[in-house]
């Protein structure tokens, strides 16, 4: 047994609750000479390298990280695969780009290959980007889930999918009905919902887009499966706004629709949710129900500013996401930078350890992950992942000029890049390497 023990020295950094419910002193733990102990894809355990040295077995492997930061593995709660191809595509807000650039790009997941190839290269790209788990949209087509799983499985990755359910305002080509869509993902939660560290989620795309008959075909299987996910967006743009508002007369606001045909509660993750009134944010609180804050998305896109701070008053759980396609990048890094900069927008401030926080633990909590994922409490999953000070001159330069740990995340925040990992690791194993 314990041949299959390994370690890893460096500094050591993860968050332990919400600076914002626990102060920030409390909120974290870091020794500048750590070392995390992992076997069998487990954290045994993280502490001080002088305290931890004389418990390792005769034999361990210790592997050196000189000049690096090790931090939990980030969680993106939001993101769209099949969009991998159109990253970045001009100068449309949400409905115009969905028509212009979306649709087309996913129509060709319906062949197995192409949705293979681009899993690969999408999952490629999280983890040279430091995301060990993300959230994600599939395309309508069963094939792109199957594809996508496939590949996870492979690189035994926590990762959580579904197949995307659109019965109208879509083309033909992209549509399924509500008796396909809830036959389809029945099947493919059925078949991967637990297989290795694979989860499935229920993904209604977002109201506009399912007639009623769908949307209650989405809660009867959430009914029937309630530990596997909802997925879906929420009050992105004012023009989706105005839209559902028409579609759902009935309803008494947008997170009221979600709510009428039982979409709401824990594992319930809903992206954006920029354009709330009091009683959805206190029905987000209530239902036990997660926000995805996608600020590349919402700044590039024109949706507008997340109120995080509206969400820690309403204690609402949040998580980041890129929302690759409509966000720009697939670096959780570069996400915080955006992310601190929406908030000074807010006149808000964001910092070092919250930013880290949403990016790690706070992802995991809106995951309802949190007892495996997030931190390196010992028995969670020991999916990690490397900072490297020196990933550029400039970022070595700067970090040369930090004064203190909070100084350092913050630098890696807004000059960091997929440059800025030097390793990744799932469930202990190395799975990129700069
Ligand atoms: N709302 C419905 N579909 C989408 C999508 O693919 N991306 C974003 N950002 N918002 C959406
Ligand atoms: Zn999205």
């Given at each position: 047994m314990t041949s299959s023990i390994s370690a890893h020295r460096g500094p050591l950094f993860h968050m332990l609750a919400d600076p914002a419910e626990v102060g920030e002193e409390a909120s974290y733990q870091y020794w500048e000479d750590g070392l995390l102990v992992v076997a069998d894809g487990k954290i045994i355990a993280a502490g001080a390298y002088s305290d931890l040295l004389s418990t390792l077995p005769d034999g361990a492997v210790i592997e050196n990280h000189p000049d690096s930061l090790i931090v939990p593995g980030f969680i993106d709660t939001h993101i769209h695969y099949p969009q991998t191809e159109m990253i970045?595509?001009?100068?449309?807000?949400l409905l115009e780009w969905l028509n212009t650039y979306t649709f087309p790009t996913e129509?060709?997941?319906?062949?197995p290959q192409h949705a293979r190839r681009v899993a690969r290269v999408f999952l490629d790209e999280l983890l040279k980007n430091g995301t060990t788990t993300a959230l994600v949209f599939g395309t309508v087509h069963p094939e792109s889930v199957d594809m996508f799983f496939e590949e996870a499985l492979e690189r035994n990755l926590r990762m959580i999918c579904g197949k995307v359910m659109m019965d109208r305002n879509a083309p033909d080509y992209l549509c399924d009905t509500a008796e396909s869509s809830y036959q389809d993902s029945k099947a493919l939660l059925e078949k991967?919902?637990?297989?290795?560290r694979l989860l499935y989620a229920v993904t209604p795309r977002f109201a506009p887009t399912s007639t009623p008959e769908q949307l209650a075909a989405a809660g009867r299987l959430r009914q029937e499966h309630p530990d596997a996910y909802m997925h879906t967006h929420l009050s992105e743009n004012l023009a989706e706004c105005a839209w559902v508002k028409e579609l759902f007369p009935q309803c008494a606001n947008y997170l009221d629709v979600y709510d009428h045909y039982g979409l709401l509660g824990k594992r319930a993750v809903l992206a954006h949710?920029?354009?709330?009134c009091e009683d959805e944010w206190k029905r987000l609180h209530s239902s036990d129900s997660a926000l995805a804050f996608c600020p590349t998305s919402n700044l590039f896109l024109g949706s507008g500013l997340f109120a995080l701070e509206e969400a820690e008053r309403h204690k609402v759980k949040v998580g980041l996401g890129t929302d690759v396609g409509g966000g720009t990048s697939f670096s959780l890094l570069q996400t915080l930078n955006e992310a601190y900069k929406v908030m000074q927008l807010r006149g808000q401030a964001l910092t070092p350890f919250k930013s880290f926080y949403l990016a790690t633990l706070g992802g995991a909590r809106a995951l309802e992950l949190d007892h495996c994922l997030?931190?390196?409490?010992?028995?969670?999953?020991a999916d990690f992942v490397v900072l490297d000070k020196r990933a550029t001159p400039l970022l070595q330069l700067r970090m040369e000029n930090c004064r203190s740990l909070a100084e350092q995340l913050f630098a890696f925040s807004i000059l960091?890049?997929?440059?800025?990992?030097?390793a990744t690791y799932a469930a202990g194993r190395c799975v990129h390497k700069k």
């Open positions: 970045g595509a001009f100068g449309k807000q129509r060709d997941f319906q062949d991967w919902h637990g297989k290795g949710g920029i354009h709330l997030g931190g390196f409490t010992a028995g969670k999953e960091g890049d997929d440059r800025a990992i030097r």
